[in-house]
């Protein structure tokens, strides 16, 4: 199966820097790759996605970068602010086309602090 | 819509006892998801469902069972509660127009002593 593995697993930040995720993962029929950013008691919520005809992904502040020959995929955030603050988690999912692929394989996750 | 929703929000049972999480979706999606979330762990898939009647295993299933009766509904049971399973549950349902996100519940602590 899948396994995602992500780092690092801590990261602080001043505001108004950038910060840097990175994944990589085993599954060469992956395709899509999701982040997600878990506030302090909340539910994950998605934030950006990529799929793997496509290299790179932007979204006003973030943005996520997909390295299909390497395996390995980043969420950008630049110009960070205090609400950036939370866990992030990246995702793999091979193709849905096929039973048994429906699911997605998370990362352990990261703790992105923001220190004003 | 209230999107997804799960019941209860917290629980403290002891070891040994049974209970059940209650999941409900009302955005007719298909696909319902049940994950545990402890510390380092990150998200990890327990049971999952790709329609109404069917579920399938995911990557740590012993010591669970669930249920999907009705397409809006996905029960996550434990029989005979152990302290391994304290943890914090996250529901999930995925379909619809925003096919691939998957929407999560607010969660639901449980504590096993």
């Known amino acids: 199966g899948e396994n ?27 395709n899509y790759f999701p982040w997600y950013k878990q506030e302090l008691g909340k539910r994950p919520q998605l934030i950006i996605d990529i799929r793997s005809n496509v290299g790179e992904k932007k979204d006003q502040r973030i943005a996520v970068t997909l390295n299909k020959t390497a395996k390995h995929f980043s969420l950008h955030i630049t110009e960070t602010q205090p609400e950036d603050s939370a866990v992030y988690f990246c ?7 096929n039973f048994g692929n429906e699911k997605l394989t998370f990362g352990t996750g990261t703790r992105l602090t923001i220190i004003p | 819509n209230a999107g997804v ?5 917290f629980r403290v049972l002891k070891t040994g006892q049974s209970m059940t999480l209650l999941c409900a979706q009302d955005m007719n999606h298909e696909y319902m998801y049940w994950y545990r979330q402890d510390p380092g762990m990150g998200l990890r898939l327990i049971h999952y469902s790709v329609g109404e009647g069917t579920t399938a295993k995911g990557e740590v299933p012993d010591g669970y069972n669930v249920s999907r009766l009705k397409k809006q509904n996905f029960l996550l049971g434990l029989e005979s509660a152990a302290p391994s399973q304290t943890s914090v549950y996250f529901c999930a349902s995925r379909g619809g127009k925003r096919y691939n996100e998957q929407f999560f519940g607010p969660g639901t602590r449980l504590t096993v002593l």
């Open chain 2, 5 to 9: 929703t799960q019941t209860p929000k």
């Open chain 1, 91 to 97: 995702a793999a999912r091979p193709s849905i086309s």
């Open chain 1, 4 to 30: 995602v593995e992500q780092h690092p697993s801590t990261l602080s930040v001043q505001e108004g820097d950038s910060a840097v995720i990175k994944c990589t993962y085993s599954d060469s029929a992956s």
